[in-house]
T-cell receptor, first 112, second 114 residues
Framework: QKEVEQNSGPLSVPEGAIASLNCTYS??????FFWYRQYSGKSPELIMF????GDKEDGRFTAQLNKASQYVSLLIRDSQPSDSATYLC????????????FGKGTKLSVKP | EPEVTQTPSHQVTQMGQEVILRCVPI?????FYWYRQILGQKVEFLVS????????KSEIFDDQFSVERPDGSNFTLKIRSTKLEDSAMYFC????????????FGPGTRLTVL
């Protein structure tokens, strides 16, 4: 059974701080990793993807991948109240067109 | 971000009725996917569809479910005899043209089974 695990939170950080979200996955055959943001009642919105070990930065977001530890993280710098949402970690096990396995998500609250 | 559209946005039905959910994925893609999310739970894969055939399906996608491509651009998810536990958000997703493996989600259809 392929699993993706996330701390459900809530994670509360003050405005301007760094939010750190973590995710672990069970299958070493995983090939690509994604972070989605989901506002209440809305659909998942893709914010980051990463395929290789190391860090990938896009604006205020940094995704980190450690395949040896089967660990993916998302850092949000200079957190804003508008970043308050549930962050979903997703893993693609089946090649470039495989389906995604999602974690339950971590709820982030950024306090002004 | 490319746009995936879904209709209706909200569907209310009686238990045992058939429902059809519709999706228009990003154009010129042969792959698309259906997922569902029961309130408060994680997003779950239902089925992937490639070139007019089911590519992969999950345990959730039983005989009550079917997918079709009735015309060149629209895809449908049909639930033949709805159950209370089918109440959920249903999302279709479409791959990105530029980046392998990425999927963009439509806005979803909220299905409520009474």
């Amino acid at each position: 059974q392929k699993e993706v695990e996330q701390n459900s939170g809530p994670l509360s950080v003050p405005e301007g701080a760094i939010a750190s979200l973590n995710c672990t996955y069970s299958d070493r055959g995983s090939q690509s990793f994604f972070w989605y943001r989901q506002y209440s009642g809305k659909s998942p919105e893709l914010i980051m993807f990463i395929y290789s070990n190391g860090d990938k930065e896009d604006g205020r977001f940094t995704a980190q991948l450690n395949k040896a530890s089967q660990y993916v993280s998302l850092l949000i710098r200079d957190s804003q109240p508008s970043d308050s949402a549930t962050y979903l970690c997703a893993v693609n096990y089946g090649g470039s067109q495989g389906n995604l396995i999602f974690g339950k998500g971590t709820k982030l609250s950024v306090k002004p | 971000e490319p746009e995936v559209t879904q209709t209706p946005s909200h569907q209310v039905t009686q238990m045992g009725q058939e429902v059809i959910l519709r999706c228009v994925p990003i154009s010129n893609h042969l792959y698309f996917y259906w997922y569902r999310q029961i309130l408060g739970q994680k997003v779950e894969f239902l089925v992937s569809f490639y070139n007019n055939e089911i590519s992969e399906k999950s345990e959730i996608f039983d005989d009550q479910f079917s997918v079709e491509r009735p015309d060149g651009s629209n895809f449908t998810l049909k639930i033949r005899s709805t159950k209370l536990e089918d109440s959920a958000m249903y999302f279709c997703a479409s791959p990105s043209s530029g980046v392998a493996g990425t999927q963009y989600f439509g806005p979803g259809t909220r299905l409520t089974v009474l």
